[in-house]
């Protein structure tokens, strides 16, 4: 799988569903639409920010709340790269994976990271590098099938692929 | 070492004898329910799985009740989508506008949640039936897609914590005070991954409905379920609403728990959770010692609180008396049924001369849907189950989680009360 890397938007605990994609957009189901009101009520101006491959470090509990799925579609429609947390909520980390959106948990490295720092992430290694500090932090490596998923675009296509 | 009653389910669901926290499985399911928000992606993901449609037409439950009745042109075409995926796919539960209700309080009461299931719904309040002793837990889209598909689900087995309760909780004290309670004492991830499993003789004490508003919680403490032991009480209540068989599993003796919290019922008091997190709680004792805190809105319903017991204790609360002027009281019964039975029992009399709107059954308000959305800076009491920043509205409006007993006296003083002070 190809590293991650960009520059870092950071946020604290317990990010809820209901700021990542508020659900008076949940009438509809388009990615690219979604993206357009990704973290808009935790940040207005985040959509206008955010470029293609930038990450997202959190503290604890990163997308606690809704089971939407709408909610890691939204980010990774709107070019973030990886979101990496010290704990993620439980149906937000099974909804990224199965969707394609790299998701990594390292308390470590979620203390380390600023907002603005240029990050690369590792998925076979699962190092991170925080290329403005240069400093390093290990967290959990992808399994070889999470990977495929993920290269895959996705749970469905994956097991299509099978 | 001994297994909790949410392994047993588990193991039995996967063909094992036996399984270990963190163990990775694959389980058959009982049931794969989704609504008008969540279906419409998993019937699109599942258009892409090279399949011949589902499992088991009968172990799928479809509830359009989010944005039902359709609130915009879009709502209406996400639930014309999930119509015509039920009619093409000979769904038999789904449940158009007229059976409908709000999904957790629906599914138990036309029996298709029974003990012993093990049961995943894209959306995060599926736990709700653990009030019945199911394992059932939230999953997104296409989790929901996959289930429909292959009728499994793979799940890492989760460790728990044990809730022992006892005693019996006192006027205007609930089940949804009980949740709030230990929300507060263990924060919002202080189940993270994890079962809560609810114990003790207090359980004896807290009726269907309570036990259904603190499992339909466990997601607001980040659990992966929340689960109580199958009683006497609970299997009346499954012999008058299922023909479904059920199992009964019972937790080891020596079950290992990463940690066990006693509650003695009696010693709780009414409680609120304040914005913008659910684990903000005061007891209704702080809060006379605050500023009078002046509210907008109360809304009494949802999947948390709008059960008939709900709905019988606000019109306790509301009877004979009105709705302050300038304040919208909004009661929204969860099921036909019980909008049914409300209206027998003089209820639906009680709100609307105090002066409340009574709404057909749906979810609405609780996640800013529609049927009750604040303006900027506005404040609501609400008998739901989350406070975030916007859920209900403006980013600057705040949500004041409470039980519906303080929801209802709130709407009569203007500011958050307890029954106790009228």
Redesign the interface.
């Known amino acids: 799988m190809k590293n991650a890397k960009g520059t870092v938007f950071k946020f604290g605990d ?1 990010v ?1 569903t ?2 990542i994609i ?3 957009y ?4 388009d990615p690219a639409e979604l993206a357009t009101h990704c973290m808009e ?2 940040d207005k101006d985040f959509v206008n920010k955010v470029k293609k491959g930038d990450i997202i470090v959190a503290t ?2 990163f997308g ?7 909610a890691p ?1 939204a980010i990774k429609a709107a070019g973030v790269s990886c979101v990496i947390a010290e ?1 993620f ?3 937000f980390y ?2 990224s994976i ?2 394609g959106l790299p998701i990594v948990e390292c308390p470590e490295a979620a203390k380390g990271i600023d907002a603005g720092d240029q990050v690369e992430v590792n998925f076979d290694t699962g190092v991170i590098t925080n290329l403005t500090k240069g400093t390093t932090f290990q967290g959990q490596a992808f399994p070889e099938f999470m990977q495929k998923i993920i290269a895959a675009e ?4 994956y ?2 692929a099978k | 070492m001994g297994m909790t009653m949410t392994q047993k389910i588990l193991a039995h669901a996967a063909g094992l004898d036996k399984v270990v926290a963190g163990q990775l499985i694959e389980a058959n399911l009982d049931l794969v329910l989704g609504n008008d928000i969540t279906s419409p992606v998993a019937i699109k993901e599942m258009d892409k799985m090279k399949v011949n449609g589902v499992f088991d037409k009968d172990k799928i439950a479809l509830v359009p009740d989010h944005f039902v009745p359709n609130k915009d042109i879009k709502s209406a075409e996400h639930c014309k989508c999930v119509r015509e995926f039920a009619k093409r796919n000979e769904i038999t539960n789904y449940f158009e506008v007229g059976e409908m209700g709000i999904e957790h309080a629906l599914l138990p009461e036309k029996g298709l949640t029974v003990a012993g299931d093990v049961i995943i719904g894209a959306d995060s309040h599926t736990c709700t039936y653990g009030a019945l002793g199911a394992f059932s837990t939230g999953v997104g889209s296409t989790d929901m897609a996959a289930g429909m598909a292959t009728g499994k689900a793979w799940f890492k087995v989760p460790s728990a914590i044990k809730f022992i309760l006892t005693g019996k909780p006192s006027k205007w004290v609930s089940g949804k005070d009980v949740i709030l309670h230990i929300i507060g004492m263990i924060g919002v991830d202080g189940a993270l991954y994890k079962s809560m499993e609810f114990v003790g003789d207090g359980i004896a004490n807290l009726s269907m409905d309570d036990r259904f508003t603190i499992a339909n919680m466990a997601i607001e403490a980040g659990g992966k379920n929340g689960i109580f032991p199958v009683d006497a009480l609970a299997e009346e209540y499954m012999k008058e609403h299922s023909t479904k068989k059920y199992t009964i599993y019972e937790a080891d003796e020596d079950a290992i728990y990463d940690e066990t919290y006693t509650i003695d019922l009696s010693t709780l008091r009414p409680t609120v959770s304040f914005p913008h997190l659910p684990e903000n709680t005061h007891t209704i004792d702080e809060i006379h010692e605050m500023d009078p805190i002046f509210i907008d809105q109360v809304v009494i319903g949802s999947c948390t609180n709008g059960r008939i017991d709900d709905l019988r204790i606000a019109a306790e609360v509301l009877k004979g008396r009105k709705v302050k002027k300038g304040i919208r009281c909004i009661v929204i019964p969860a099921t036909q049924s019980i909008y049914l039975q409300a209206m027998e029992e003089g209820l639906l009399r009680t709100f609307i001369e105090a002066g409340a709107v009574v709404s057909t059954p749906t979810c609405g308000p609780c996640l800013g849907g529609y049927m009750g959305i604040l303006a900027e800076g506005e404040r609501c009491v609400s008998t739901t189950n989350r406070n975030f920043v916007g859920r209900m509205g403006h980013v600057t409006s705040e949500i004041y989680l409470a039980s519906p007993a303080v929801a209802a006296a709130s709407a009569i003083t203007g500011k958050i009360s307890c029954p106790c002070e009228l």
């Open positions: 317990n809820d209901d700021v508020p659900a008076r949940l009438n509809s189901s009520d935790i604890k509990n606690c709340g809704s089971s939407r799925e709408h579609i704990t909520a439980r149906i099974r909804n199965n969707i996705g749970l469905v296509n097991i299509n």
